[in-house]
């Protein structure tokens, strides 16, 4: 696919994806969603890419939103229809089987932050802004941050900033548990490489496992759970491990005082 709204390159085994509408805050219209839809599959298929990290064109924003000039006209089955395509995209990276983190270079407000929660994990720079001022518009999220916001910082802390749509800053939002790291702008990116390099290092099969379990905890579609309890999708998975090469490789690179080195098998 060549992609319009986003720039997509793998280096290092690692994927760099970029939302690519400067001009409009990377607002997220029809076109981004369709693209990162295949961008997803692409981060899954291709061997060479061993995880992800999701960042936003030019200096001010990592994403402003849904792209509310989308909105226009739409009767309640469509408004219901964007909102379950968006949920789908991002129930597609929360369960990607490779990790796929957020670099939020800026603001991350409405969808832009709902993209952030669906990563697996989030680092921002010192001039990021979350919230979810939807309600400003007489809306509330749609694509899954009533769910996710409130996983991540708590029920009461997600009650105030979506009734007041308000906006919390870089430090705050480390508070809060919404993001793990905070850089300087310019240290964003090697930061997140850094991570994810040492990420790399580890058992594929096995990190894919721990995103499904650890999902199994707080995705409360049961589409994505299989009806079962996370402590016993952790008892299969566990399973499971013991079955790969890299676990027999682990463990005796452990006992012979040697690093290990995982083929994903
Ligand atoms: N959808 C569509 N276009 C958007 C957008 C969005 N969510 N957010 C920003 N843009 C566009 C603006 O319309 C503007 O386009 P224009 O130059 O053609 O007029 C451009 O991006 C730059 O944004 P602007 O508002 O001029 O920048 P700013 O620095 O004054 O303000 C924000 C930045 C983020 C505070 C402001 O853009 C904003 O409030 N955006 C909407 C946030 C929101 O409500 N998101 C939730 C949507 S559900």
């Given at each position: 696919?060549?992609?319009?709204?986003?720039?997509?390159?793998?280096?290092?085994?690692?994927?760099?994806?970029?939302?690519?509408?400067?001009?409009?805050?990377?607002?997220?219209?029809?076109?981004?969603?369709?693209?990162?839809?295949?961008?997803?599959?692409?981060?899954?298929?291709?061997?060479?890419?061993?995880?992800?990290?999701?960042?936003?064109?030019?200096?001010?924003?990592?994403?402003?939103?849904?792209?509310?000039?989308?909105?226009?006209?739409?009767?309640?089955?469509?408004?219901?229809?964007?909102?379950?395509?968006?949920?789908?995209?991002?129930?597609?990276?929360?369960?990607?089987?490779?990790?796929?983190?957020?670099?939020?270079?800026?603001?991350?407000?409405?969808?832009?932050?709902?993209?952030?929660?669906?990563?697996?994990?989030?680092?921002?720079?010192?001039?990021?802004?979350?919230?979810?001022?939807?309600?400003?518009?007489?809306?509330?999220?749609?694509?899954?941050?009533?769910?996710?916001?409130?996983?991540?910082?708590?029920?009461?802390?997600?009650?105030?900033?979506?009734?007041?749509?308000?906006?919390?800053?870089?430090?705050?939002?480390?508070?809060?548990?919404?993001?793990?790291?905070?850089?300087?702008?310019?240290?964003?990116?090697?930061?997140?490489?850094?991570?994810?390099?040492?990420?790399?290092?580890?058992?594929?099969?096995?990190?894919?496992?721990i995103i499904e379990c650890i999902n199994t905890a707080v995705v409360s579609d049961s589409a994505y759970t299989n009806g079962k309890s996370g402590f016993e999708k952790e008892i299969e998975a566990f399973g499971h491990c013991f079955g790969t090469d890299d676990m027999k490789e682990g463990t005796a690179a452990f006992l012979e005082k040697r690093k290990a080195?995982?083929?994903?098998?």
């Amino acid at each position: 696919m060549i992609y319009t709204t986003l720039l997509f390159s793998v280096e290092n085994n690692i994927c760099q994806i970029i939302i690519n509408r400067p001009d409009k805050l990377n607002a997220l219209n029809k076109d981004v969603f369709t693209e990162l839809d295949h961008a997803i599959d692409e981060v899954n298929k291709d061997a060479n890419i061993k995880s992800a990290f999701i960042t936003g064109a030019g200096p001010k924003a990592f994403v402003a939103g849904a792209d509310i000039t989308e909105f226009g006209g739409l009767t309640t089955e469509q408004a219901m229809e964007l909102s379950r395509r968006g949920q789908n995209v991002f129930f597609k990276i929360e369960n990607s089987a490779k990790p796929i983190i957020a670099a939020v270079n800026g603001f991350a407000l409405g969808g832009g932050c709902e993209l952030a929660m669906a990563c697996h994990f989030r680092l921002c720079s010192e001039n990021a802004k979350f919230g979810q001022p939807e309600v400003n518009l007489g809306l509330i999220p749609g694509y899954g941050g009533t769910q996710r916001l409130t996983q991540l910082i708590g029920k009461g802390k997600s009650m105030e900033l979506q009734m007041t749509a308000g906006l919390i800053d870089a430090n705050e939002a480390l508070k809060l548990g919404l993001v793990n790291y905070v850089t300087a702008p310019d240290q964003l990116i090697d930061k997140t490489k850094e991570i994810l390099t040492l990420i790399n290092t580890k058992a594929p099969i096995a990190i894919a496992k721990i995103i499904e379990c650890i999902n199994t905890a707080v995705v409360s579609d049961s589409a994505y759970t299989n009806g079962k309890s996370g402590f016993e999708k952790e008892i299969e998975a566990f399973g499971h491990c013991f079955g790969t090469d890299d676990m027999k490789e682990g463990t005796a690179a452990f006992l012979e005082k040697r690093k290990a080195i995982f083929q994903g098998k």
